[in-house]
């Protein structure tokens, strides 16, 4: 099956920088790439995604990339605000149902 | 709409005591899973349901059973727990390639 590989497992930023999250899946046909946001006690949520047909998606402050041939993604968050803290989850998908997810970040932004 | 609602939100059992996790969603979705979080591992994916009628194993399906009991509802079993089992269990739905959508978990102790 898809193994997703998800680092760093914690990081911790000042207020106004910028954050990045990778992630490297194993198998080459995985097609679907989400990314979920969980705070502390709550359910995961989705705050972007990208299909293989993409290389690059943004909204707002927060992108994603792919490169297909190194079979990686990253999020990318810029101008952190406090709310940005929380754990981030990376997924890959070879069909529209099986999500493999990553470990997750723990992200901290300082004030 | 509520989304995804699942009851209970905890519980406590005993080694060998069986319990169903319900799971119930108003989105009108044709899928819906069920995921374990544990602690540095992210979410797994325990069974899935593409479509009413229709249930298939994730990543980690031994010691449950679900139930899609119709277009709404998909239940998980537990018939002889054990303390491996102690977790927060989160059902998701989704239309097929879309958002998965998840409840609020349910906090699970097996003794």
Known sequence: GENVEQHPSTLSVQEGDSAVIKCTYSDSASNYFPWYKQELGKRPQLIIDIRSNVGEKKDQRIAVTLNKTAKHFSLHITETQPEDSAVYFCAASLNDYKLSFGAGTTVTVRA | ?111
Request: glycine share 10%; hydrophobic share 30%; aromatic share 10%.
């Open chain 2, 1 to 111: 709409n509520a989304g995804v609602t699942q009851t209970p939100k905890f519980q406590v059992l005993k080694t060998g005591q069986s319990m169903t996790l319900q799971c119930a969603q108003d989105m009108n979705h044709n899928s819906m899973y069920w995921y374990r979080q544990d602690p540095g591992m992210g979410l797994r994916l325990i069974y899935y349901s593409a479509s009413e009628g229709t249930t298939d194993k994730g990543e980690v399906p031994n010691g449950y059973n679900v139930s899609r009991l119709n277009k709404r509802e998909f239940s998980l079993r537990l018939e002889s727990a054990a303390p491996s089992q102690t977790s927060v269990y989160f059902c998701a739905s989704s239309n097929s390639g879309r958002t998965q959508y998840f409840g609020p978990g349910t906090r699970l102790l097996v003794l």
